[in-house]
């Protein structure tokens, strides 16, 4: 990567969070910026205030060939897929290309702890923050969390380290990227429109420790093999965490305890029945934060007060509202197979309504069929994937499709009775139909509660 950015002339690709953070980071350290986006201007949202700038050439609607001409960096968006021509096209004409946050933590002086994995990383990320915060610590969390690490360089600078959720997206992307510290909580098909292979998937997660030093750590889910799998490859001190088995360096489940055991012993840390947060996924990601924070010296005073006090996220198995005796549940985070099957196994005797769909990302549906007849009263299903996921499911439960988010959630509502459960929870990714998924999640609380009054009585 280069090492100053001022007077190069830098393309960033993709226009949305990522892309405008890299953008404004890039004019602010005197880079010359060609931004391109598929997308025009109009639809476009965040760009106020730097389209003006001296430094900045914009092109929109596609991805002009000639704009690589003298570039000296290309930095590539999350939401772009690396296989497109005009990226291929960069790599010909031996462009570095990188994603915004090896561009952004090559700026960064102090400590990164890094998280990724298919599912929690974003509910493990704010729980070693708020751990450490509690413990007196100061610390920025940042990445794929929804605040670009671009934005945060110089608040992580002036902190003690940098809290990071990183997708493979963009770890793929890495060249450079060093953690103090990583996480890898699970390994589950994924993203198979841009990892062909589960060997290419596991390969970009690898990424977040590829860097590390023996002094270094990673924490891995001893009960997910692919994920132990990666054990031999760290270059550092390997740590796991696990909820069924009692591991020789790490954090595991026994007699209802919390325990901490390395080459010192063994050390309880905190009953399950002190953690706010419910099911076995979540239980998880608890394991995994407490692993990591008590290597870094976290008092067990802190993680119980985190442990009490968290009651989870917002478009993470959100309780939106109770109506009439019907749960609302948003899960619009969960946007793969894997985070379908842990929702639908945290409402056991419930019937559920379930609302999936959008752009399917090549994954294997077939595989909830057990869960879907077991568990689903109805599916709404809507998105470019709707068609695929009615053929899939077809004699599961009654099947309804779709126009629209808010008709998905009328048509759940009518269908609805008491003791029901209406859950979104996707298995698709979001992106063509909604900005992201947070977007996704407060318009289905929005449609909620325009429709909750007309849930039927049981």
Request: with cysteine.
């Amino acid at each position: 990567m280069l090492n100053r950015l001022e007077g190069k002339k830098v393309i960033v690709l993709g226009l949305a969070r990522s892309g405008l953070a890299a953008v404004r980071f890039l004019l602010g350290m005197g880079a010359l910026v060609r931004a391109t986006d598929m997308k025009k201007m109009t639809e476009i949202k965040g760009l106020s205030g730097i389209e003006r700038s001296a430094n900045l050439e914009l092109y929109l609607g596609g991805h002009p060939d000639e704009i690589l001409a003298g570039a000296h960096l290309l930095v590539i968006s999350p939401g772009v897929n690396e296989r497109i021509p005009f990226v291929k096209k960069a790599i010909e004409n031996r462009i570095p290309v990188i994603s915004e946050l090896e561009l952004a933590a090559g700026y960064i002086d102090k400590p990164l702890i890094a998280v990724t994995g298919t599912n929690g990383k974003t509910t493990t990320t704010t729980l070693i923050g708020e751990m450490l915060t509690s413990n007196g610590g100061q610390c920025v969390v940042a990445g794929n969390i929804g605040r670009a690490v671009s934005l945060e360089v110089d608040n992580i600078n002036r902190s003690e380290l940098g809290i990071l959720e990183t997708s493979s997206f963009q770890l793929a992307g890495c060249r450079e990227f060093h953690s103090r510290g990583a996480l890898i909580l699970n390994v589950t098909p994924d993203h198979q429109d841009r990892h062909p292979t589960m060997a290419d998937y596991l390969a970009a997660k690898a990424k977040i420790f590829e860097n590390q030093a023996e002094t270094d750590w990673t924490v891995l889910n001893f009960d997910d093999q692919l994920c132990r799998s990666l054990a031999e490859k760290c270059p550092g001190t390997v740590y796991y965490f696990s909820r069924s088995e009692k591991v020789e360096k790490g954090m595991f489940l026994e007699n209802g305890w919390l325990v901490f055991k390395d080459e010192a012993g063994e050390k309880k840390i905190i009953r399950r029945s002190e953690i706010a947060l419910e099911g076995l996924h979540n239980l998880e990601n608890f394991l995994a934060a407490s692993l990591a924070v008590t290597i870094m010296g976290v008092d067990r005073s802190a993680i119980r007060q985190v442990a009490g006090a968290f009651k989870g996220l917002a478009h993470r198995l959100e309780t939106v509202a109770t109506i009439k005796g019907v749960r609302f549940i948003n899960d619009s985070k969960g946007t793969n197979i894997d985070a379908v099957r842990k929702s639908l196994l945290s409402f056991e005797g419930a019937p559920v309504i379930l609302i999936m769909g959008g752009r399917d990302k090549g994954g294997d549906f077939g595989a909830l069929k057990p869960l879907i007849k077991e568990r689903v009263k109805s599916l709404v299903l809507l998105g470019e994937a709707a068609p695929k996921l009615a053929e899939t499911f077809k004699g599961c439960c009654g099947i309804t499709l779709v126009s629209s988010l808010a008709e998905g959630v009328k048509t759940a509502v009518v269908t609805a009775r008491s003791g029901d459960i209406v859950l979104l929870s996707p298995g698709c990714t979001s992106w063509y139909m909604f900005r992201d998924y947070q977007e996704r999640g407060d318009l289905f609380k929005k449609a909620v509660s325009e429709y909750g009054g007309k849930v039927c009585h049981g």
